[in-house]
T-cell receptor
């Protein structure tokens, strides 16, 4: 069964607007971590933001914030003030102790920022 | 200094050949990984090594074998390459003991089997 679900294969957003990329997860672990990575067309994997399962505050990193709703098992990424350079694939991932700490990735969301 | 470096970046080879991809990390992390990204961009864990011990091995054909000479290196050997092995392979590392960190990825190796 898919542990990470990203239901939006593609998204459009206008420059300077905010956009939310959805991610839901499935785990029976109490301790886990949730990550978002960006993959531009050049191919590298860029870490954006992390949320631990015990963190009470939503994580923020500059223009990125993670809307963590534990009861709903969702970890949506919010990008504020979108820039053209934000156009990329975005992957949500989860790390669990019982998976050897490897990241399980969702299928990704392709974001296109338009002028 | 590159944190996680893998070579080569591109690899084109014929079916049936044996090839290796090298990976090195200079972050002092205790765990290294190999991921495969298919043509639909889906990233799937292949192997994970913690302090030179294999701790997970997802359903990967035994033609793929990871080799870790020390905790800073995790190489991937592939025997008898098949067309379906064409993909981008990413090496990554993270710290899992003590204060866990995010995974740092290499730049990827695009393998094309012809």
């Amino acid at each position: 069964a898919q542990k990470i679900t990203q239901t939006q294969p593609g998204m459009f957003v206008q420059e300077k607007e905010a956009v939310t990329l959805d991610c839901t997860y499935d785990t029976s672990d109490q301790s886990y971590g949730l990550f978002w990575y960006k993959q531009p067309s050049s191919g590298e994997m860029i870490f954006l933001i992390y949320q631990g399962s015990y963190d009470e505050q939503n994580a923020t990193e500059g223009r990125y914030s993670l809307n963590f709703q534990k009861a709903r098992k969702s970890a949506n990424l919010v990008i504020s003030a979108s820039q053209l350079g934000d156009s990329a694939m975005y992957f949500c991932a989860m790390r669990e102790k019982n998976s050897g700490y490897a990241l399980n990735f969702g299928k990704g969301t392709s974001l296109l920022v338009t002028p | 200094d590159t944190a996680v470096s893998q070579t080569p970046k591109y690899l084109v080879t014929q079916m049936g050949n044996d090839k290796s991809i090298k990976c090195e990390q200079n972050l002092g992390h205790d765990t290294m990984y190999w991921y495969k990204q298919d043509s639909k961009k889906f990233l799937k864990i292949m192997f994970s090594y913690n302090n030179k011990e294999l701790i997970i091995n997802e359903t990967v054909p035994n033609r793929f074998s990871p080799k870790s000479p020390d905790k800073a290196h995790l190489n991937l050997h592939i025997n008898s390459l098949e067309l379906g092995d064409s993909a981008v392979y990413f090496c990554a590392s993270s710290q899992t003991g003590g204060a866990p960190t995010e995974a740092f990825f290499g730049q990827g190796t695009r393998l094309t089997v012809v």
